[in-house]
Structure formats: C-alpha cells, structure tokens
C-alpha cells in the first residue's frame, strides 16, 4: 500500500478546509451560480441529461460536465447550495493534491508543497473552488492534462484534454494543444510528437468528448451547432499561463473567472522559486521581500476599509480579514527577516485558513442579501397569485427561478422595461431599484410596490 508523507497531507488538509468551510452556508449568488444548479435541476427533472435546459427551453451555453456534476451531487445531497458547489470545491482539493504530486515528481517534494501552497491559498482559486461555476471543472482539467504531457503521461493527456472538451468546449482543445504545440515550438522538441501515440490519443480522445457533441447534433441540429459553435519545465508552465492570459486578453468578453486555468502554472512557477530561495539562498534574507509583503498585506487592507464607504454594513468582516491580514504580514516579515521561509509559507498558509474563515462566516453572509436573489424569490412566492405573468430583469432571472421555481419574460435594460410597460403587459415586476429609480415617473407610475428586499424590488402593473 502506498504510504503518503506529511507535506501531502498538510495540502490535502489545507485543500479540504479552505473549499468545503461553510461550503453550502450562503445562497447562490447572482448571476450565475443560479444558472448552473437550475439547469442541472431542469435537466433533472425533464429525465434529460443529454440536452441542457433553463426555464423550460433548450440551453446550448456549454456542455453538460458540470450539469452531471450537479446532478450527480443532488441525488446525494439533495438540490441546494452545497450540491451546487460541491463539484467545484471536490476538484479544488483534487486539483491542489494533484499538483503537490506532480511538482514533487518534476522538481522536487518541497517544491510540490510550496506550488500546491501557493495555488490553494490564492483568492481566485478558492473563490471559484467555492463557487457553482464550471471554471474549477475546467482548470482541473487542462491542470492534469497539461502536467501528465510534462510528465510524459501521454494517455492521460488525451484523457483529460477531452473531458476539458466536454466540460467547456472547443476552448478545452485550443488551450491544451496550443499550450503543448507553442512549448514544443520554443523548445524544438518536435520528436516528442513521435512518442505522444497521436493515433491512440485521438482516437481516445474523440471516443471521450465527441458522443455528446454527435448526440446533440443528431437531436437539435442547426440550433446547437449555429449556437453552441458560433528551463523547459519553467518555459512550458510559462508559455500555460501566458497563452491563457493573452487570450482572454484579447477576448471580447472578460471575466475574472476566466484567467483561472493560469493559477496552477503560476503556482508552479512561484513554488519553484521558493524551493530555489531555500536551496540557494539561506544566507541572505531578502528585503524585498519583507517590503513587497508589507505593501501587498497594506493595499489589501487599504482595500478592504475603501470598500466600508458604500457598504458600511461589512464592518465586522473587514475588520475580521484586516486582523488577519495584518498579522500574517508581522509574522511573515519576522520570518523572513530571520531565514525561516518555509516557516513563513506555513504562517500564511494557516492564515488563509482564518482569512476564508472570516470571509465565508462574516462577509459573504453579509454580501449575500444584496448579491443574491434568494429573499426576494421566496417574497415573491409569499405575494404570487400563481397564474399571473412575472416580468424579471435579465440579471435577477437565475436566482429568482432557481429559489422560486417560477420563471417568465425577462428585460435587460430599463428601455426594454419601458417598452413592456407601453404595451400594457399586465402581472408582476422584479427589478433592481437603481433600474427602477431611473425610469420615467409616468412609468413608474405604472407600477405598485408590494415589497422591497435590499437593493430589489417586487411590483404589479397597474391594471
């Protein structure tokens, strides 16, 4: 039986704490971890996991890993805020331990902990390990892909590029083959293609991520297709994350869920560097290092009391991770000052165990009226007269239909509302108040007030 050492179990231990505290504790925020969890539950429902769907129609967005995810974790669990996360938080874990075992293979046991450290502690990446999303599902992914290649684990390669595939689409394919081809390309490795088994991993491959592709085209047609498709170690971690980020740098679209596939290549990049400072660097303590700390740990704080002028009802929370953050960066200097790096990386390790104690117990609970639609859905079921038409805007849709399980026309602007108003719809309206208030009076004369929850408002149209 094969025995594990401390540092894996300190990762795994530092993984599970920080992904599964408080994991299912607060609702579903606005936009779109709504969307994720209602979708796997229509799918759920209508006995179709093939074919993705959300308030009643045919959703072609992206494919169905994270749905069976979901799904899967909802026959366990039963349907709510920890079935929804539990996906992303279980492959957060797997995710840091997997790079731990793949970094202490590649450089070394110590580097392995200090790049799986450094990955689990870092914000982006145990905030979308807390989230229903499927950007952890996707990270997870090209991570094992792309460290089984480095590996010369060709066969998992193949395997994980496909489930890529089939959790976010083609973009799984472009990132793992343009990943490889681009470090191939610096490196003039061309014969490790001979090696690869490209007849084997293709076929591998299309036996994984095509089936559903095929499917949906045979059922759905053209509205999926026109929908659905509209150191040389060092060097391949850096050509990772750089082609993530200048892709999405150009993209269109840019959400900071989006760059979460380069953290494990940085992680890497950075727990080398700290395994190198411990290995070659002992007799002088870098007081840069020490600075750089201290600006870093001042403009997070700096940050978090800016935010107390238009949300003053955080104080607790901030004043909470402040604590933290501040002491981490006392202990850390102390630390560093005096030669103990690793004990300095333990420090703030353990302090963003607190830090996510503090956030997911104090913050988020205080956020989540506000950035989510769960009380304004359950007030809406209280005021329903359950045949009358409900009028959502675009942005509260997912949580209102997810909490209520009650969906209906949505408007994205507040001319489009304007609109629906100058036709005399008739029924119900739910709506942010800053798009309310900034309506015409004539039409918001149209408009009853039943019930307002936080920034939400809940209307009937005036008959």
């Known amino acids: ?35 994720y969890a209602q979708t796997a539950r229509e799918m759920l429902a209508a006995g179709d996991l093939l074919s993705p769907r ?28 920890f079935a929804a996360r539990f996906p992303s938080a279980l492959l957060a874990v797997a995710g840091s331990v997997y790079l731990y075992l793949s970094v202490a293979r590649l450089i070394s046991v110590r580097a392995g902990l200090f790049s799986a450290l450094v990955l689990t502690t870092s914000v982006e990446y145990f905030y979308l390990g807390k989230a229903a999303v499927t950007d952890m599902t996707l990270s997870f992914c090209l991570m094992v892909a792309l460290l089984s290649f480095i590996e010369k684990k060709y066969m998992r390669f193949y395997l994980f590029a496909a489930l890529a595939v089939v959790t976010k689409g083609p973009i799984g394919l472009f990132f793992a083959g ?60 850096l050509i990772w994350a ?3 980020f200048v892709f999405f740098s150009i993209s269109a679209t840019k959400l900071v869920s989006y ?77 560093i000052w005096r030669q103990k790096l690793t004990s300095a990386v333990g420090v703030q390790a353990v302090s963003m165990m607190l830090f996510i104690s503090v956030v997911t117990s104090l913050l988020i609970p205080a956020l989540a009226p506000t950035f989510s639609s769960r009380e304004l859905a359950l007030e809406f079921r209280r005021q329903y007269d ?22 209906g026309p949505e408007f994205k602007t507040g001319a489009k509302l304007s609109e629906l108003l100058a036709r005399g719809e008739k029924g119900y309206v739910l709506v942010q108040r800053k798009m309310y208030e900034k309506l015409p009076p004539s039409d918001q004369q149209k408009l009853i007030e039943l019930a307002a929850v936080e920034d939400k408002m809940i209307f009937r149209i005036r008959p």
């Not at 540092?7 to 709504?34: C, H, K, R, T, Y």
């Not at 959300?54 to 805020?81: C, N, R, T």
Request: charged content about 10%; proline content about 5%; hydrophobic content about 55%.
């Open 242 to 244: 750089a082609v993530v």
């Open 54 to 81: 959300i308030y009643g129609d045919y959703w072609y967005d992206k494919p169905p890993m994270y749905y069976w995810l979901v799904a899967a974790a909802s026959q366990v669990f039963g349907m709510g805020e």
């Open 1 to 35: 039986m094969r025995r594990y050492g401390a540092e894996f179990w300190a990762v795994l231990i530092v993984a599970a704490f920080i992904m599964f505290f408080q994991l299912g504790s607060n609702p579903l925020l606005d936009p779109d971890e709504p969307v």
């Open 259 to 335: 760059i979460l596939p380069m953290y494990p290549a940085l992680a890497v990049i950075l727990g080398w560097y700290l395994d190198q400072a411990m290995e070659y660097g002992r007799e002088k303590p870098r007081a840069s290092w020490i600075v750089l700390t201290m600006l870093l740990s001042g403009g997070l704080i700096w940050g978090l009391f800016k935010a107390l002028d238009t949300m003053p009802y955080l104080e607790a929370g901030v004043l909470g991770c402040s604590a933290v953050i501040f002491l981490m960066a006392v202990i850390s200097a102390v630390l």
């Open 178 to 237: 343009g990943i490889v081809f681009l470090y191939l390309a610096a490196t003039q490795r061309w014969r490790e293609l001979a090696r690869m088994s490209l007849l084997k991993g293709a076929a591998l491959f299309t036996l994984i991520a095509a089936p559903w592709y095929a499917l949906m085209i045979h059922y759905h047609g053209a509205a999926f297709v026109d929908t659905f498709l509209g150191f040389h170690i060092l060097l391949f971690f």
């Open 386 to 407: 359950g045949t009358s038409t409900m009028h959502v805007q675009k942005f509260l849709q997912p949580g209102v239909a997810f909490y209520a399980e009650i969906f």
